[in-house]
């Protein structure tokens, strides 16, 4: 409907504008014709005219409101339309420097770890204690890399559009996109910056310079995940260290620079404590940034949905709501179900393809999904549905 409307309001406008050239037309060339420029201008013909513009100009800019297929929302998205261009342009020009942050500051982390942290926990802890943090950092390192090289690499998931030759190969919930001109499975949606249709589509990931989709969107997960779960070990890590640098009780943790000289130990003592404090401050604005977007995507996945159905199927709620009825999530098994599946845990993988790094595709080609029911308000009893 909104796609139609985009059409019919572009027409209205080329309308609006001949009109208006029609008009004036009439108005002033009837005058010259019949009386000439002169005797026109002095009789007012043409400027009594012309005053009556603006209100056939408002009357038919009131029109284009007047209109059951579409709002004012509506049509102030379309005059925002040239500045979405803008933004999605640029956007997908500058993602090759967005995931060069990512891996630059993921990198800037480790490195700290090795040079700051690791010294001052050998001080600090028995050799099985910091054996035990080499183990928890290097699973988090291996976890977060392999998931976000996954989540960076993985196509999001494009339709087949062989199947598209023929009518018949199609299926009866396909829709068409009206963007990409092709026909589009279930929970498909075209992406303004990548310019293509992508299967589940989520949403797209800057820091990723990729969408998120049925191809990739356990790895983005997971990625967010052990992120999350590596700068909460880092922070609380530090956090004993760096109040110790405050409050003056920051010694030399590494004995390697002293082969150096005093003047390579000042700038390392100096580095120390600066490093230490620019990571700490890094950590925890990026665990709180990221817990909430970590928790808003945990939510979503327990009901079965991605960002985009979130906000179709709230206006599909509140429209079934008019008519006493109750809207279900048609992809929606249960919170259990629904984290197996997206998980991929099943046919025999268990949770070590999730504590461990695994490349196993997700459940299903994008193309077709099983349905739950749809649940009337009033009975309870449901039926297939199909959204």
């Known amino acids: 409907r909104k796609e139609s409307s985009r059409i019919v309001f572009s027409c209205d406008l080329i309308g609006l504008v001949v009109f208006l050239e029609v008009l004036l037309l009439e108005f002033v060339h009837a005058d010259i ?19 009556q513009c603006p209100r056939v100009l408002w009357l038919t800019v009131y029109s284009q409101l007047y209109n059951t297929n579409r709002d004012i929302e509506w049509i102030l998205l379309q005059f925002m339309h040239p500045f979405h261009l803008i933004f999605n342009t640029g956007l997908r020009y500058a993602g090759p420097a967005f995931v060069l942050v990512v891996i630059v500051l993921m990198s800037c982390v480790v490195v700290n770890w090795y040079l700051f942290l690791l010294p001052m926990l050998l001080m600090r802890h028995s050799l099985p204690i910091v054996l035990l943090h080499c183990m928890v950092a290097h699973w988090l390192l291996i976890n977060i890399s392999f998931h976000y090289w996954k989540a960076w690499r993985t196509p999001a998931g494009r339709p087949m559009y062989v199947q598209a030759a023929d009518p018949s190969n199609l299926r009866h919930d396909w829709t068409w996109c009206k963007k990409c001109l092709q026909p589009k499975p279930p929970r498909t949606h075209h992406c303004s910056v990548c310019k293509v249709c992508t299967l589940k589509m989520d949403h797209h990931c800057p820091w990723l310079n990729n969408c998120v989709g049925h191809g990739n969107h356990r790895y983005f997960w997971m990625f967010c995940l052990y992120m999350w779960l590596g700068v909460l070990y880092v922070s609380t890590t530090s956090l004993p260290i760096v109040l110790d640098d405050y409050y003056g009780h920051m010694q030399v943790a590494w004995p390697m620079p002293l082969a150096f000289g005093d003047w390579f130990l000042k700038l390392y003592t100096r580095w120390q ?80 393809h999730f504590l461990l790094p695994s490349s196993h595709s997700p459940v299903g080609d994008g193309h077709q999904w099983d349905f739950s029911a749809f649940i009337d308000q009033k009975t309870g009893r449901g039926k297939a549905h199909v959204v």
């Open 33 to 51: 014709c019949d009386v000439g420029i002169a005797e026109a201008m002095a009789r007012g013909g043409v400027f009594r005219r012309a005053l």
């Open 273 to 352: 404590v600066s490093s230490r404090l620019a990571i700490f401050l890094l950590t925890v604005g990026v665990l709180l940034a990221l817990g909430g977007l970590t928790g808003f995507h945990s939510w979503i996945i327990s009901q079965a949905t991605t960002s985009i159905e979130r906000h179709t199927h709230r206006i599909e709620a509140k429209r079934l709501a008019r008519q006493n009825k109750f809207f279900k999530n048609p992809y929606d098994f249960g919170f259990k179900l629904n984290w197996k599946i997206f998980l991929g845990l099943i046919e025999g993988r268990s949770w070590r």
